[in-house]
């Protein structure tokens, strides 16, 4: 059931908004964009933006110098509004601040998401939480600045506007904000085409490392902690790995990995359409969609691949004897 912001915001004098751990476009996208908004259109109330480091890339949009990566001893607020994260422990360090929050809100788009929140708006259908905020804010008040942020949220989730979760709706959002007068172009390029030395560096070994298994319908690729140090990359400089590695014709799942510790792994998943990754992810302790889910396990390297490779196969069985069964 859709929100209305205007009565959630109603009699709130504190506000803070949270995303997951390790934040990705539509995460920094749809946290920034309204954190914007409610700076301009609700001056009186308090608002407060906590999240990681953000990839360096998305400085190109305004007041990321104002998102808080710590929280102040004894901060409380009326409202806590948590972004893109499918359940309470994503929210990483700013998760005391949803818990202490006199009310909750999440609006997200994760199928996972089992409404953690006291109130929630989440649209597992919808191309990305930057497209949900979009549709929640009052368009005529909508400034550059916020359209910038929901815009390259909602190209970053959707993969440049390629992935099947784009809609219809989805485009005439993007048209919407374009119509303010934003340089789409060179959001796309600047957070999400271009790379720096270093990431070409290391997409081109994960990808010249790469296996195929389960009768090549799944490629994988791993990072060591060990590589990340040698080549001076850190995990916002993998972003895209994976679906790059789901390029690969013939494949039907894409499984990349690198270690966050020692024997401690944040898994990437993406799917071609015959593998919902989500249910896989929702196995080992994570989330996400269909065709793009995530989380993380211990072990060794060879353990998350036969662990997951299990359930990817299992999966490929159950399609197999069901076209068998067709046949």
Known sequence: MKIQLSEVLTGKRTVAL?????????????????Y?????????????????????????LRRTGEIKHQIAAGKQYDLFICLDCGDAGRLGFSAPLFEQAAETLCIDHHV??????DNNYIVPDASST????FGLLDYEKISLPTAEALYMGIAHDTGVFQYPCTSPETMEAAAALMRKGIDGSNI?????YEKTYVQNQILGRALLESILILNKKCIVSSVSKREMEFYGA?????????SQLRQTKGTEVALFMYELDTQQFKISLRSKGQVDVSVIAK???GGGHERAAGFTMNGSCH???NNVGRQIELQLQTINTQVDAVC
């Open 36 to 60: 914007i908004y409610l700076k301009e259109q609700y001056p009186h109330i308090e608002t407060d933006l906590y999240l990681e480091e953000i990839p360096k890339e998305y400085h190109i």
């Open 18 to 34: 949270g995303g997951h751990v390790r934040p990705d476009g539509d995460c920094t996208g749809s946290s920034l964009g309204l």
């Open 234 to 242: 850190g995990p916002s400089d993998l972003e895209g790995i994976v």
């Open 188 to 192: 796309i390029d600047k957070t999400y």
């Open 303 to 305: 353990d998350v691949i």
């Open 283 to 285: 196995y080992f302790g």
């Open 112 to 117: 996972s998401n089992e409404a953690f929140a």
């Open 130 to 133: 930057s497209e949900l905020v």
